[in-house]
T-cell receptor, first 112, second 113 residues
Framework: QKEVEQDPGPLSVPEGAIVSLNCTYSNSAFQYFMWYRQYSRKGPELLMYTYSSGNKEDGRFTAQVDKSSKYISLFIRDSQPSDSATYLCAMRGRDSSYKLIFGSGTRLLVRP | DTGVSQNPRHKITKRGQNVTFRCDPISEHNRLYWYRQTLGQGPEFLTYFQNEAQLEKSRLLSDRFSAERPKGSFSTLEIQRTEQGDSAMYLC???????????FGQGTRLTVV
């Protein structure tokens, strides 16, 4: 079993929809949680960075962390065709190595 | 452009050849990381540097792989005697310290034929 599980999709939604992306994890030592967006053949782009549990909002993006359930989410409001990409969750513990553990990514397609 | 820079962007090589990739981190970032990503998977950690010191290596980093970061600036990742299984995207990332977020470069896509 992988430490981080993520549904690969693809997830297809109409423009303007609210998108919900999720990851589950098994390692209770994870403290830092990130969401990256990756366009085809490009490097991952950091979208959200959160520490421990709670919510964080940035524009159309909201990240939620529920450590008791070992479950994190990314919500995208008013989705746009330009949001079509692969979304990767990543997480790490509090040790100093900054070794990120990634999910396998969810492909999102926003239809015009 | 002040982001993480990787060169080359693409590399096609014959099996058995050696290849070297370069990463220039964001200025003043002390930490530099190498990851490998295969198709349909998330990036996997390979190694990281704190300034010029290589502090951790994944078991994915076989003896054919070597990474350096002379003077704590740019880094190189060399793969000797490449195999078809080495075909992947090699990603470099940097961060200011262990508590701040890491930013990735655009990656070097390696194809071994």
């Amino acid at each position: 079993q992988k430490e981080v599980e993520q549904d690969p999709g693809p997830l297809s939604v109409p423009e303007g929809a609210i998108v919900s992306l999720n990851c589950t994890y098994s390692n209770s030592a994870f403290q830092y949680f990130m969401w990256y967006r990756q366009y085809s053949r490009k490097g991952p782009e950091l979208l959200m960075y959160t520490y421990s549990s709670g919510n964080k909002e940035d524009g159309r993006f909201t990240a939620q962390v529920d450590k008791s359930s070992k479950y994190i989410s990314l919500f995208i409001r008013d989705s746009q065709p330009s949001d079509s990409a692969t979304y990767l969750c990543a997480m790490r513990g509090r040790d100093s190595s900054y070794k990120l553990i990634f999910g396998s990514g969810t492909r999102l397609l926003v239809r015009p | 452009d002040t982001g993480v820079s990787q060169n080359p962007r693409h590399k096609i090589t014959k099996r058995g050849q050696n290849v070297t990739f370069r990463c220039d981190p964001i200025s003043e970032h002390n930490r530099l990381y190498w990851y490998r990503q295969t198709l349909g998977q998330g990036p996997e950690f390979l190694t990281y540097f704190q300034n010029e010191a290589q502090l951790e290596k994944s078991r994915l980093l076989s003896d054919r792989f070597s990474a350096e970061r002379p003077k704590g600036s740019f880094s190189t990742l060399e793969i000797q005697r490449t195999e078809q299984g080495d075909s992947a995207m090699y990603l470099c990332a940097s961060s200011f310290d262990s508590n701040t977020e890491a930013f990735f470069g655009q990656g070097t896509r390696l194809t071994v034929v």
